[in-house]
C-alpha cells in the first residue's frame, strides 16, 4: 500500500516550457487535490477532484490545469511554465467514507522555473 | 481575512518543556478540525483529529473552544524529534465536499 505517490520529485523548467505532474493513489479515494506551498504563504489550492472525470478550481487555478481520468490518478499540467510557478507541489486524496475528510498527501513535487 | 490563523511562531523550547500553540478560525460553520505536522522538506501527516471534548494521543493533547472558535494543541515533554510545523486545519460544514483550509503553521524548535 504505496498511498499517494506523486512523479516526479524534482524537476527544472525554462520559461514558457510545459509539463504534467502526476499523482496516484492507491486507497480508492474519491476525492483528490492539488496544492502548492510557497514560503510564508502556507498549503494553497489549485484544483481539485471530487470523484473520476470531473475537477473544479480552488483558490489558485491560473496557469494549471488539470484531469481525472482514472479515479487513482489526477494530473496537473502547466501548459507555459512562468517563474512564480517556482514552487513545491503536493497532492492530497480524502475519502467520502471518513466525514472528516482528513487528507493524506503525497511527498511533493519541487519545481524551479528559471 | 484567512479562513484560519496561526501564530507563526518560530517557538524555541528545551527538551522536557511543555508547548501550546492555539489557532483561530473565523467561521462558525466550521465541522472538523485536525492538527498536521510538517516536517522541513515533506509532507504535511496527519498528527490528530480534534474532537469537540477534547482528546489526548500520549504526550499531545487537542482542545476546541467553538464558542471563541479557537483550537489549541498541547505538547508535553518535548523531544527532539518533536521539532516540525504544526498546521491547523479545518473543514467547514457543507463546504465544498472534502476541502480543508490550512493555517499556514508554527514552527517548533526542541533543543536538547
Known amino acids: 500500500n504505496a498511498g499517494v505517490t506523486q512523479t516526479p520529485k524534482f524537476r527544472v523548467l525554462k520559461t514558457g516550457q510545459s509539463m504534467t505532474l502526476l499523482c496516484a493513489q492507491d486507497m480508492n479515494h474519491e476525492y483528490m487535490y492539488w496544492y502548492r506551498q510557497d514560503p510564508g504563504m502556507g498549503l494553497r489550492l489549485i484544483h481539485y477532484s471530487v470523484g473520476e472525470g470531473t475537477t473544479a478550481k480552488g483558490e489558485v487555478p491560473d496557469g494549471y490545469n488539470v484531469s481525472r481520468l482514472k479515479k487513482q490518478n489526477f494530473l496537473l499540467g502547466l501548459e507555459s511554465a512562468a517563474p512564480s510557478q517556482t514552487s513545491v507541489y503536493f497532492c492530497?486524496?480524502?475519502?467520502?467514507?471518513?466525514?472528516?475528510?482528513?487528507?493524506?498527501f503525497g511527498p511533493g513535487t519541487r519545481l524551479t522555473v528559471t | 481575512r484567512k479562513e484560519v490563523e496561526q501564530d507563526p511562531g518560530p517557538f524555541n523550547v528545551p527538551e522536557g518543556a511543555t508547548v501550546a500553540f492555539n489557532c483561530t478560525y473565523s467561521?462558525?460553520?466550521?465541522?472538523?478540525f485536525f492538527w498536521y505536522r510538517q516536517d522541513c522538506r515533506k509532507e504535511p501527516k496527519l498528527l490528530m483529529s480534534v474532537y469537540s471534548s477534547g482528546n489526548e494521543d500520549g504526550r499531545f493533547t487537542a482542545q476546541l473552544n467553538r464558542a471563541s472558535q479557537y483550537i489549541s494543541l498541547l505538547i508535553r515533554d518535548s523531544k527532539l524529534s518533536d521539532s516540525a510545523t504544526y498546521l491547523c486545519v479545518v473543514n467547514l460544514r457543507g463546504s465544498t465536499l472534502g476541502r480543508l483550509y490550512f493555517g499556514r503553521g508554527t514552527q517548533l524548535t526542541v533543543w536538547p
Open positions: 492530497a486524496s480524502s475519502s467520502s467514507a471518513i466525514r472528516t475528510y482528513e487528507q493524506y
Open positions: 467561521n462558525s460553520a466550521s465541522q472538523s
